[in-house]
């Protein structure tokens, strides 16, 4: 699906409404699970969906539209008035629709998707859209099936059932299910909406999705569980489309460890391997960068065997990458930054593919895109280059 302005016929356009402000877990719409901020998943899920013809960021934040716009929205600029922590999603909606209007785009279905919602499913986006554009639905939403029997505390603080008999406790085969909504995505007849102001109205349905998939990140624990399915519910198969490649040293080009001689002198192991993984790269003009974070002559040593550039006693490798990839015009979005302990994480989250080693910390591991399956020292950095290059 390719984003376009073309206003020529009625389309289906998928919004996501995205604010700068969040109290429980601050900044969360740029965090990223899986190596991908929150609100970038929801522009790839969004534009992966067949039958969605735009996608939309409605944000009033502007490290949130970068990200939007690298992952390939249109960003539409979102009122302070209505990105407060009492406005409603429905305002920023309808905000949006009316700008798309302005801009001469015909709306026939909207697409609402929740960038707190990071496993949204593209074909359920897909049949939500059926739903309404050609089932008979004016509405419809992601839910799950469930059979859990659900509770209340009433008045005096005492448990009523909800959802059942307390006193018959059928098996679960002869129970009819329930369906919980996930808040993921719904989908809508704009017309429709307009009139009714909000997203349920006329005939709802349901898209029934994977409940794995129904994670919604409202508080940190969330997003540690999110981080943690992530490699379940990603397939790891998405090729590293990158412009150059960043790599920490100490971990990375070796194992970690170090030989200490008599005199005080340090040797540490590296993979030829590797050595040949940069070439390739070099090769074929994708510039590779070290970054280190202390000094030592067996890093520019190694640098100047391998013919690429050298950083060292870099303290904030977020702040190098920035300066670095600023000068040579390249997007941090299409940067690779292969890393392996916690002060990496900041250059990890800064860039487009945060990549760690197999034996990685669990700080660099729950933040990378992808996890290789080589060890630092062990040819990590070729894999990553073969990666990058596609075998």
């Given amino acids: 699906m390719a984003v376009t302005e073309d206003a020529s016929a009625r389309v289906t356009v998928a919004i996501i409404p995205a604010r700068g402000g969040s109290k429980g877990v601050p900044r969360k719409n740029v965090l990223p699970v899986g190596g991908v901020p929150l609100v970038a998943r929801a522009v790839s899920s969004a534009r992966a969906a067949q039958r969605v013809d735009l996608v939309v960021v409605s944000t009033d934040d502007a490290e949130i539209a970068r990200v939007a716009e690298d992952a390939g929205a249109l960003v539409i600029d979102r009122p302070t008035e209505l990105a407060g922590a009492t406005a409603s999603s429905e305002s920023a909606l309808l905000h949006a629709l009316d700008e798309l209007g302005r801009r001469g785009h015909r709306i026939g279905t909207v697409v609402f998707l929740q960038a707190t919602s990071p496993f949204i499913p593209a074909t359920g986006i897909d049949e939500a859209v059926a739903m309404v554009a ?4 004016d509405a419809a939403f992601s839910a799950f099936e469930t059979y859990g029997f659900l509770w209340r505390r009433d008045a005096d603080a005492d ?4 959802n059942h008999d307390a006193a018959h406790r059928p098996r679960r085969q002869d ?12 989908a809508f007849d704009a017309a429709g909406f307009r009139r009714a102001q909000h997203r349920f109205f006329g005939r709802v349905g349901i898209v029934e999705v994977p409940e794995l998939s129904a994670v919604e990140i409202d508080d940190h624990a969330q997003l540690a569980l999110a981080r943690a399915i992530a490699p379940l519910v990603d397939d790891g198969s998405e090729p590293i489309d990158v412009d150059a490649v960043v790599t920490d040293f100490d971990g990375v080009h070796t194992d970690d460890t170090a030989l200490i001689d008599a005199h005080g002198d340090e040797r540490v192991r590296v993979s030829r391997s590797d050595g040949m993984g940069v070439a390739r790269l070099r090769r074929a003009g994708i510039p590779v960068l070290i970054l280190s974070t202390e000094t030592h002559p067996v890093v520019g040593a190694r640098a100047a065997k391998l013919q690429v550039e050298v950083l060292q006693s870099i303290d904030d490798k977020a702040a190098a990458i920035r300066r670095w990839a600023g000068a040579r015009g390249i997007p941090l979005s299409r940067i690779a930054y292969l890393g392996n302990d916690v002060n990496d994480v900041p250059a990890m989250e800064l860039v487009g ?3 760690a080693v197999a034996d990685a910390r669990p700080e660099a591991r729950a933040i990378a895109r992808r996890v290789l399956s080589r060890r630092g020292g062990e040819g990590a950095v070729r894999e990553l280059a073969e990666l990058v290059l596609g075998g």
């Fill in 175 to 186: 129970r009819e299910p329930h369906y919980l909504e996930t808040g993921a995505f719904y």
């Fill in 353 to 355: 593919w945060p990549i």
């Fill in 134 to 137: 050609e089932g008979g639905y």
């Fill in 159 to 162: 448990a009523a059932a909800i």
